[in-house]
């Protein structure tokens, strides 16, 4: 069995979602791959109603994963917060700290992990990147760049905040290297950053914190909805990911911006494929929802239910 640690930081407000992206994970994981998910949370925002939907998950497929959830407390309590986007998403800064007292609790030993955001979709198996990461043992973080160089926009603010421009990354999927990152006291320096109203929050910290010490990974692990926008619209980006677009057909599927489940995005199909396989789906949300945003558009889910219909 092939044991994969995911990380994820949510509240309340994104618990089906979630349960969502850890459902397309589970549908399309390889059958030795088992997956352990750990939940940072704050009991004020993701009180154990809503931590007892998620563990529904761990009962429907007790086979290949386990819930476990986390509290940190009031850490980053009073954080900048901008875009509907809460304290929550900082907790990730937090892994490197907690990851030693979460090893002694749950009798694991590990070294690498992965984080995710929970407005993703995850079309493969996660083993090879992990093992990918592990491979680079003097290397903090992996990420995918989502450089503001690809659209040819004015790239003042990056510079401004000490960020690198043309090496910045979208911190949705981040592969961590937990000793190198308590090794430069990766979380001691972001706190110092916690108060601070940096337009992307906790994605420019990690930038501006891990500086010089981030690799790239493909695209496929963190296909966002701008990268996918320049894949189709964008003739230099083609030109120069062509081979990593390629290699997309099987990918993380990252909503940023307009989220599937209230408003219209591209990709929005297999969200909603996804939700329609999960134990959060609700007959009168869909109708709701999707199908009077599918008006908008389009969708065809013939391929996905070929390609799913003997596992479900």
Known sequence: MNKIPIFFCFDKNMV???????????????????????????????????RSQILKIQDFYSKDCRVSFFNVGESFKNAYEV????????????????IDQINSLHQTDYQTI?????????????????ALAQSKVDTCLLGVCESP??????????????????????????IMNIPALQKMNFTSQCLLHKNKKYTYQDQDIINIVCKGKIEFLPLKYNYTSLLYSLSIENE???????????????????????KPWNNFCLRAEYWWYYYKHSIFKDENFYIRNYQVMSKKVLLDYSYKEVKYMTKI
């Open 236 to 258: 230099k980006f083609k030109n120069i990911k062509a081979k990593e677009i390629a290699e997309c057909s099987n990918c993380i599927i990252h909503y940023t911006g307009n």
């Open 83 to 98: 875009r509907n986007i809460t304290v929550s998403t900082y907790y990730r800064l937090l892994v490197p700290e907690l």
């Open 114 to 130: 992965i984080y995710l955001d929970v407005d993703t979709i995850i079309e493969c198996d996660l083993s090879a990147v992990l």
């Open 16 to 50: 089906m979602p979630a349960g969502v992206c850890i459902t397309s994970m589970l549908l399309n994981k390889h059958t030795n791959t088992y997956y352990d998910f750990f939940i940072l949370y704050n009991e004020e925002n993701l009180s154990s109603e809503y």
């Open 149 to 174: 160089t690809y659209c040819n926009v004015n790239t003042s603010y990056w510079e401004k905040i000490g960020c690198d421009p043309s090496s910045y990354i979208n911190a949705g999927v981040l």
